[in-house]
């Protein structure tokens, strides 16, 4: 089984560092430029299955790059993005930091103590939540000989990741968040998986 994970494409709110989470916002002309470009780089993978964040910026990139693929896009609360509750809309740039909690910062250089934000949700539930929806992918027989699309997004795929292989939440960023468009090849058999390669881009 092949497991192609994929971030989706670039926002208006990627551009400024605006916290999405689950807002939904949609690609912008670049973002839909990057899913283009990455559906050529795919064009020849024989994807058998295409799962999906509901949000409409993964939909839009896994339709993208189906292409003319005769398959349905089926969304998954699995793949969502991880909520940043009250704070969502609020920017993370220095310049432009505008959100009320300090703690906030640990998001990615001390995960192990992030402050979840109120009405968000933790990085230890968005782990079990997402790797959990890859897993079960992963365990059922039936899928043994299956080529699998997941579009999904930043901190969910290091989620996926992180908990596939066990690692505790301080090391939850232990490997790149990935660009927009970025792709990571997983290969499983035998109850065992494999990264091939994370975060390759094709433009």
Same mark, same amino acid.
């Given at each position: ?6 971030? !989706? ?8 560092? *605006? ?27 024989? /994807? ?10 993964? *939909?839009?990139?896994?339709? =993208?790059?189906? &292409?003319?693929? @005769? ?10 993005? =991880? #909520? ?8 993370? %740039? ?9 703690? /906030? ?12 934000? @109120? ?6 539930? %968005?782990?079990?939540?997402?790797? #959990? /929806?890859?897993?079960? =992918? ?13 579009? #999904? !997004?930043?901190?969910?795929? *290091?989620?996926?990741? #992180?908990?596939?292989?066990? %690692? @505790? ?5 232990? &490997? ?10 997983? !290969? ?11 975060? *390759?881009?094709?433009?």
């Amino acid at each position: 089984m092949d497991i192609y994970l994929i971030r !989706h494409g670039e926002t208006d709110w990627n551009k400024v560092k *605006r916290l999405q989470g689950i807002t939904d916002i949609p690609l912008n002309a670049y973002g839909i430029e990057l899913a283009e470009k990455t559906a050529e780089g795919l064009k020849d993978v024989p /994807f058998d299955c295409i799962y999906t964040s509901p949000l409409i910026r993964a *939909r839009k990139t896994a339709e =993208i790059i189906r &292409g003319e693929r @005769p398959i349905e896009v089926i969304p998954t609360d699995g793949l969502l993005e =991880i #909520s940043f509750g009250d704070y969502e809309g609020l920017t993370y %740039l220095p310049e432009t930091y505008n959100i009320p909690k300090p703690g /906030f910062r640990k998001f990615f250089n001390d995960p192990e103590h992030y402050d979840t934000p @109120p009405n968000g949700e933790s990085l230890i539930h %968005l782990r079990e939540r997402t790797s #959990s /929806f890859v897993r079960g =992918i992963m365990n059922d027989p039936s899928n043994e000989d299956k080529t699998f699309l997941m579009a #999904s !997004h930043g901190a969910a795929i *290091r989620g996926i990741l #992180s908990g596939l292989l066990k %690692l @505790p939440i301080a090391e939850f960023w232990s &490997g790149p968040v990935h660009k927009n468009c970025g792709v990571t090849k997983l !290969h499983a058999e035998h109850g065992k998986f494999e990264v091939e390669f994370e975060n *390759r881009v094709y433009y």
